[in-house]
């Protein structure tokens, strides 16, 4: 059937209709030949001196509608515009969108269905079994093709040599260091063993029988799930515990749980850019990218000082007045550099200009201190540190991140921080795992598993160095070998797992900068003297196969005496 939209409310939009309702009333009793036969019947009211009570007649019919309807449709017909041949039975008025919270007296006292459409439809075809509007025809040749534009997008990547392509690795239990290379997900013909030199599981505690055992229990009393928020029914004393724990492993009153070290970065560093007044950030142009996300967002004014430079940092502290709330934030152990800041001095300098200070220690948590709280504790500057980031996702075997520091800080956090306040809690297994994690690393076990990593570290480096390979120094347990071209670094990966079952993953861009494209490497306190043998040996050989050259050992020696 065909119906029309009211010619008096289509001309109105909402914005109209609040600013002059007055005028819009005498205006309508003019322009409409409903609403202004309604109006005319209200002002020739007569009054019942029986009763002192105005009467009014009654509103116009059903019938009445229509016909005024009809005569408008027969004037634009005479008119030439253009309205469908025939009427059939008539039972909607159709408004304009823009009308969404009108409140007309006439259509509130007739029995006409309203249906909204756009302002530039004089007439819409409505289907009659279901009574849906159909819509008017689209020109798709001018709208945006975002497909398109993401195939664009991802060839550009494809085209420079970024494009990552994910390994499907199948970690077995008991296996570690070593994994299974999974071709097809539903089948295991096609599976192969690899060694794997490049997780950050860095002690290898997810494979810890204690740390089983403790999933097992937890999932089997508790449940898979929290529950919710950690306000609605998502606080368990699971919870509770574990931050007790990790803020006794830093030294500090408090720590707080966040679901991964990325979220706990974001979130911290924006909700204290913009709490605390007029506050300025200090960066460190090697902070990881979570960091700078948060940093980002808070749209404060930020400084980015040299990676690791202390005087860069102190001369940029300069400029900025003492009185105003000033953040410095930086990382004690470089992801990909394997550098490891003079803690000691940044904070200092820090302090000394009125900062607080902001660290990620989220690659030394588990392999530095004597409880493996990080550098640190290593260097015996936990009372220095103002913040503290972390994660359970790597040397903990597990996953989350926390901050530690003033109860007053944490407690802020907790209270204004919506990448904490607005995401599920962590379930009671991850809680019970990295729980177990941290009572090992305070125990003589863990100072075991970190010697033992540090001497296999070493043993590393050491033969690497002596290949050839051109290995980044680094004082840290993070092996970089610098190869400084995209498809190269991939081209050397992917000979290492089909030719010798070795897994190194490249790190190319946004990772690493271009052109300093690179090798990864981890060892664990679970890879053996042969596993360190058979990587140096096979990464000669592909390195050569590739058409890289290798470096002089005497040079390279050298280096390595004079870095350490």
Partial sequence: MSVYKCPYLAQLTLQQVRASAPYILNTGAASCP????????????????????KVSSPPPSFDEIKAAHEK?????????IKLPTALNSYNEIIISTECTDLSCPFLKTTPIALRRVDMDQDIIEVNGKLGKPIRPMIDYKNLFEYNTFFDEKIEAKKRDDSYRIFKRVQRRSGLFPQAEEKKHLDEDHDSRTMTVWCSNDYLGLSQHPELKEAVINAVTAHGSGSGGTRNISGTSPLHEKLEQQLARLHQKESALLFT?????????LYTLAKGLPNCHILSDSGNHASMIQGIRNS?????????????????????????IPKIVAFETVHSMDGSICNLEAMLDVARAYGSITFIDEVHAVGLYGHNGAGIGERDHLLHKMDIISGTLGKAFGSIGGYIAGSAKMTDFIRSYGSGFIFTTSMPPTVLASALAAIKISMSDEGRTLRRKQQENVRELRSKLIDAGLPV???????IPIHVGNAALATLLCNHLLDRHSIYIQSINYPTVERGTERLRIAATPYHTSEMIDQLVEALTQVWKDVGLSLKDVEQQSGIARHHN
């Fill in 260 to 268: 991964s070290c990325y979220v706990a970065n974001d979130t911290t």
């Fill in 34 to 53: 409903i609403f202004g036969q309604l109006a005319r019947q209200m002002s020739t009211a007569t009054t019942n001196t029986a009763t002192s009570m």
């Fill in 299 to 323: 749209q404060v004014p930020k400084h980015i000082f040299r990676h690791n430079d202390v005087e860069h940092l102190e001369e940029l502290l300069k400029k900025i007045p003492r009185h």
């Fill in 72 to 80: 408008i449709a027969e004037r634009k017909r005479i008119s030439k």
């Fill in 472 to 478: 980044m120094m680094s004082p840290s347990h993070i």
